[in-house]
Nanobody, 129 residues
Framework: QVQLLESGGGSVQSGGSLRLSCTASGDTVRSYCMVWFRQAPGKEREGVAAIASDGMTNYADSVKGRFTISRDNAENTVYLQMNNLEPEDTAMYYC???????????????????????WGKGTLVTVSS
């Protein structure tokens, strides 16, 4: 089973950018659907962005046009580039993985976090106004 480690969180001002990294070990990320989730205090966990094994990407409406998910197979790492950050983006961000056999789309996994098999410990993003 793949192990995941997130990094890159921090504190930025509104309008700033951050790039989160999710480095995998134990297996190759290209065999998985990789999803970034976030959870703000007092709120439910929310799917943010997904990248399937075929490279197809999906995003939550709240981040479309601002966030970009990508994968570097050589580095066995998935990235989340976050631009034009808003205070509403403040949350703990988690990377999650599920083996991708092509049965479900990234949209499905964005909306069904219980389907994910492996989780990282999270990295905190704080955006101040």
């Amino acid at each position: 089973q793949v192990q995941l480690l997130e990094s890159g969180g921090g504190s930025v001002q509104s309008g700033g950018s951050l790039r989160l990294s999710c480095t995998a070990s134990g297996d190759t990320v290209r065999s998985y659907c990789m999803v970034w989730f976030r959870q703000a205090p007092g709120k439910e966990r929310e799917g943010v962005a997904a990248i399937a094994s075929d490279g197809m990407t999906n995003y939550a409406d709240s981040v479309k046009g601002r966030f970009t998910i990508s994968r570097d197979n050589a580095e066995n790492t998935v990235y989340l580039q976050m631009n034009n950050l808003e205070p509403e983006d403040t949350a703990m961000y988690y990377c999650a993985a599920v083996r991708d056999f092509g049965y479900y789309s990234g949209i499905y996994y964005l909306e069904n976090s219980s389907a994910m098999n492996s989780w990282g410990k999270g990295t905190l993003v704080t955006v101040s106004s």
